[in-house]
């Protein structure tokens, strides 16, 4: 998914990395055909329900199969793998060179539950009006997941050979579970690198131009704790010395006003510079300071004050969930409270589970993960990598700046991270960061981004995997 980015913060980047030689025109038109199988593909796709429960993922990677299949791809290099209900898949595009490593391109073939009550149109219907495909998955992820395979399609027609082997990727709960992720992710870990059509994109301006396009190299660590006080309870009518609820409510307070050390990492430091360089006093030179010096408390007070760039920091932990109390007319028993961590890439549940009960003054073994964490490491900013993007943006907006992300959620990328793949959204969307409804009611694309993105793909996987 394209991150969240808020209006203040549009418009404020330079370019990081300088634009090649103008691209050759012919390299950004898209032969019809290809284009009219892009937009076929992407609403058939919107047909198939591949929400979690539903069932329909393995008949959504059969009609996958069928597509490539009917435009070269050999039978023998796709596998369905049934995962319980779900499904994974793969397509390998082969290479000239076995003894290379492969070059995977990753998309998740569900998609996140839909309300047909809630919409305005049946959102498993693909609808084209105004302008836009609708549906759900029209963009997470069902648009990257078309446009990247339709590029490889294309470069079949063409007859390109890659030297190393090019591998689709279809996961089938990334939205929720994210299981067939981790056994892909294991079953691939030999790649050389992954190209994930699900993070990444460019932002248009109200005038329909591109201002800048995030490249995704990190991602935070998701992890939930619960903390519990216990007391023995008993009448209301009798308040005794102690409280669960009060005792919570104190441990609460002390978390409330702790913040975890500040840090920068490659990824970071590369956004701080560019961002920092035209956005305006006074974060913007806070960035440049602090991506100079993360011990500048001066600047990391300042922008852990804007809810865009205090998760870019640190690790952030904050109080989510509160329940406590069984009678208004009795004494609490217990009190809880939930606190959810996005935890700076590197940092352990170790080290985040005892820095909490430091500071709460609990017990380590009071400080309760709900369930397990993935971490992973950010990606290193490749130069093939970071090159190939340059190219390819070029193609579609010469000189459009390019800025490395760490995003707080989680995508497949995620899991290949961990199994040590370096990893990087680089999705195709184009898109006002108003139309974005990704999760959301009426999720849209621009059909007008469907031909830019094939191009883009086109060119990542021609220089990549040559
Ligand atoms: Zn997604």
Redesign the pocket.
Known sequence: ?IPTISGRRLGAFLLCLLPLAAAANEDAAVPAEISALALEMLERSIGFKTVEGEGQVPAYAEYLAGVLKAHGFAAEDITITPRGETATMTARFRGTDPSLKPILVAS?MDVVAAKREDWQRDPFVAVVEDGFVFGRGSL??KFGLVTSTVALIWLKQEGFRPRRDVVLVFSGD??TTMETTAALAQELGNADLLLNS?GGGAYLADDGKPIVYGMQAAEKTYMDFEVTVTNPGGHSSRPGATNAIYDLARIIDRLAAFRFPAKVNEITRAYFETAGAITPAPAGPAMLRYARDPSDKEAYDLLVSYPEYVGQVGTTCVATMLRGGHAPNALPQSATVGINCRVFPGESVEYVRSTLARVMQVPEEEVRLIYPATPSDPSPLREDVTQALRKAIDLRAPGLPIVPTMSAGA?DSLHFRNAGVPSYGVGGAFMHPKDSY?HGLNERVPVATLDGALVQWRSLVKDLAR
């Open positions: 998914m998740h997470d992820n990334e939205e699900d995508t990704a």
